[in-house]
C-alpha cells in the first residue's frame, strides 16, 4: 500500500509539473553513478541484422532544478575510443578516420538546450550533439525510472531512460550509407546520485 501511494505522488507530482521536488530529490547537481549507466546505438546492417554498439566510458552530469525541470540542465561527454562492438577488428574501423576518427576527436558531447514535460513521467530534451567536431540539434524522449533516496547510498538519486534517432551521415560517419542504414537509434540508461 505505501508503494502504491508513493507512486500515486509521483504522477500528481510530475503533473504539476513539479516532478522532483515532490518525492524527495532537491535541487542540485548530480552526476553519473557509473557502475550504472549504459549508452548503446543500433542501425540496420544491410538489413540483415541489427547491431547494437555501446561505449564503456562516459559521464552524465544533470543540474537540476526540482521546482522548475524546464530550467535543468543535461551534459554527456562520452570517451569515443570506449567504443564497444565486441569485435575487436570492427572497433578498429569505427576509431579509424572513415567512421568516429578518435585519434582526431576523442569525445563526443550533448549538452541540453531545452527540458519540456510531455507526461508524467516523461521529459523531452532538446540539445547539441557533437561529433567528430559537427555539432546538431537532437531531441531525446526522456523517462524518470525513479526518484528518491538511493536506499543503500542513502543520497537522492534519479534514474532516467533516454532515446532518440538521428542521420549518421549529418556527422561525417556516411560511409556505405544508404545500404548500412543511415538512420542510428540512440539508448542511454543511467543513475545520477547527488553530489
Known amino acids: 500500500m505505501k508503494k502504491l501511494a508513493s507512486l500515486l505522488t509521483l504522477a500528481v507530482a510530475c503533473m504539476s509539473n513539479m516532478a522532483w521536488a515532490d518525492f524527495g530529490v532537491p535541487s542540485g547537481?548530480?552526476?553519473?553513478?557509473?557502475?550504472?549507466?549504459?549508452?548503446?546505438?543500433?542501425?540496420?546492417?544491410?538489413g540483415f541484422s541489427t547491431p547494437h554498439i555501446s561505449f564503456n566510458k562516459f559521464t552524465v552530469d544533470l543540474q537540476a532544478d526540482s521546482a522548475n525541470p524546464a530550467n535543468s540542465k543535461i551534459s554527456v561527454v562520452i570517451d569515443a575510443t570506449s567504443i564497444d562492438s565486441r569485435v575487436d577488428e570492427f572497433d578498429e574501423h569505427l576509431n579509424g578516420s572513415d567512421y568516429f576518427d578518435t585519434a582526431n576527436h576523442p569525445t563526443i558531447t550533448f549538452n541540453s538546450t531545452g527540458i519540456e514535460q510531455s507526461s508524467d513521467t516523461m521529459l523531452v530534451v532538446t540539445g547539441d550533439l557533437t561529433i567528430k567536431g559537427v555539432a546538431k540539434p537532437v531531441t531525446l524522449n526522456v523517462t524518470i525510472n525513479k526518484a528518491a533516496d538511493h536506499p543503500m547510498r542513502k543520497v537522492p538519486?534519479?534514474?532516467?531512460?533516454?532515446?532518440?534517432?538521428?542521420?549518421?551521415?549529418e556527422f561525417g560517419l556516411g560511409k556505405f550509407a544508404p545500404v548500412v542504414g543511415d538512420e542510428v537509434t540512440l539508448y542511454i540508461t543511467a543513475e545520477l546520485i547527488k553530489s
Open 157 to 169: 538519486t534519479i534514474g532516467i531512460s533516454a532515446g532518440g534517432k538521428l542521420s549518421r551521415t
Open 29 to 46: 547537481d548530480y552526476a553519473l553513478e557509473d557502475t550504472h549507466g549504459y549508452i548503446t546505438f543500433s542501425y540496420s546492417h544491410l
